[in-house]
């Protein structure tokens, strides 16, 4: 199976502080997606990140990939109360057009 | 532009009971998914159409779970007879097409089986 497993399962962090969580998969892939899911609510799209691609920025966002190590990492600066969710990475292998998702990371931004 | 809508949100019913679920995805999206969501774990795919088309079914326990998206819009999942272990959140998301990675989520249907 090509599903991440995130890292931690849980964080909590104080306001203002930078949340790291870890992705790792087993399977080639052509890119890897982040997702959040607060309580209650659907997925919503966070930042894509393709194979040949080492950093990406999105905001307070950074997401980085070690395609050789097959892991994958989400980087939140500065969060806020906000960013309490769960976080979600999915690898994508495009010749089945597939998402696989682990069980994701929760994260709690204490005020 | 509207997001995917699901409906219901909720809903609650006695084991043996059926059930449907409906997804109209966002308006030109021709790929469309079911989920399922289990407590505590990520979203597990069930089936992916492509228009009218599912082609990719493999994870959908057959005996039970039909599925149908007429027109190549909207779309309709059905659960007969349900179990105690179908409860769980039910996440439609669609796609423009097979080339475009990201999906869009409706915010799902949580199915509690009593």
């Known amino acids: 199976s090509q599903q991440g497993e995130e890292d931690p399962q849980a964080l909590s962090i104080q306001e203002g502080e930078n949340a790291t969580m870890n992705c790792s998969y087993k399977t080639s892939i052509n890119n890897l997606q982040w997702y959040r899911q607060n309580s209650g609510r659907g997925l919503v799209h966070l930042i894509l990140?393709?194979?040949?691609?080492r950093e990406k920025h999105s905001g307070r966002l950074r997401v980085t990939l070690d395609t050789s190590k097959k892991s994958s990492s989400l980087l939140i600066t500065a969060s806020r109360a906000a960013d309490t969710a769960s976080y979600f990475c999915?690898?994508?292998?495009?010749?089945?057009?597939?998402?696989?998702f682990g069980a994701g990371t929760t994260v709690t931004v204490r005020a | 532009e509207a997001g995917v809508v699901q409906s219901p949100r909720y809903k609650i019913i006695e084991k043996k009971q059926p059930v449907a679920f409906w997804c109209n995805p966002i308006?030109?999206?021709?790929?469309l998914y079911w989920y399922r969501q289990n407590l505590g774990q990520g979203p597990e795919l069930l089936i992916r159409y492509e228009n009218e088309e599912a082609v990719d079914d493999s994870q959908l326990p057959k005996d039970r779970f039909s599925a149908e998206r007429l027109k190549g819009v909207d779309s309709t999942l059905k659960i007969q007879p349900a179990e105690l272990g179908d409860s769980a959140v039910y996440l439609c998301?669609?796609?423009?097409?097979?080339?475009?990675?990201?999906?869009?989520f409706g915010p799902g249907t949580r199915l509690t089986v009593t």
């Open positions: 998301a669609s796609t423009l097409g097979r080339g475009v990675y990201e999906q869009y």
């Open positions: 999915a690898p994508y292998r495009s010749n089945d057009y597939k998402l696989s």
């Open positions: 990140i393709r194979s040949n691609e």
């Open positions: 308006s030109g999206h021709n790929t």
